[in-house]
């Protein structure tokens, strides 16, 4: 029963992830852009977390942490060059 669901909700997952692409490719401002890519990856996480349940291979876990990670200083880096428009230190 537990991997049926599991099933269902990354189909759900999957579906969105098309949809959020195509937010992504043709995003009305770069801001909208933006927080498509986030929500991507953030469900691209949660797709790995329970296709490491669905198949019992704790190794997906260990890559999630680090992507979550990679997302998050990237968000930075785009906020700092929107707000100053400046890349450097």
Do not use: N
Request: charged share 10%; aromatic share 10%.
């Amino acid at each position: 029963m537990l991997m049926e669901l599991i099933l269902i909700v990354m189909f759900i997952y999957a579906i969105a992830i098309l949809l959020l692409s195509i937010i992504a490719l043709k995003g009305p401002t770069i801001g909208d852009q933006v927080l498509a890519i986030d929500v991507l990856t953030y469900i691209s996480l949660v797709l790995f977390t329970l296709l490491s349940i669905y198949l019992k291979q704790p190794l997906l876990i260990v890559l999630v942490i680090p992507l979550a990670l990679w997302v998050y200083s990237l968000d930075i880096y785009i906020a700092k060059y929107l707000e100053h428009g400046d890349l450097g230190a």
